[in-house]
Nanobody, 121 residues
Framework: QLVESGGRLVQAGESLRLSCAAS????????MGWFRQARGKEREFVAA????????YYGPSVKGRFFISRDDVKNMVYLQMNSLKAEDTAIYYC????????????????WGQGTRVTVSS
């Protein structure tokens, strides 16, 4: 089970950190990531971090502004979002899969319920 939190209304240019609490057995064997879906648009890959926490990967629209991290002691995943833009407005979903390719391809074993981020310009 994945539970996201931290979404809210912010102004353009501000920062926000999303959290994902993971109740997954053998959490450290899972790659973790974030997707988002804006109203009327397809789901979009945002960021991913591998099971070791060594490698991360970002979608082109957020690279350099968003940063993913994980805390394997607390079974948490975070998404630090900086310099937010109106186009970042979406529901953000936490995902998990043991296979990196499946995670990035939106074929995840676990999905959260999402947390809404609204960026006002």
């Amino acid at each position: 089970q994945l539970v996201e939190s931290g979404g809210r209304l912010v102004q353009a240019g501000e920062s926000l950190r999303l959290s994902c609490a993971a109740s997954i057995e053998f959490f450290t064997t899972y790659n973790m990531g974030w997707f988002r879906q804006a109203r009327g648009k397809e789901r979009e890959f945002v960021a991913a971090i591998d099971s070791s926490g060594t490698n991360d990967y970002y979608g082109p629209s957020v690279k350099g502004r968003f940063f993913i991290s994980r805390d394997d002691v607390k079974n948490m995943v975070y998404l630090q979002m900086n310099s937010l833009k109106a186009e970042d407005t979406a529901i953000y979903y936490c995902v998990a899969d043991k296979n990196w390719g499946r995670l990035v391809a939106d074929l995840n074993e676990y999905w959260g319920q999402g947390t809404r981020v609204t960026v006002s310009s």
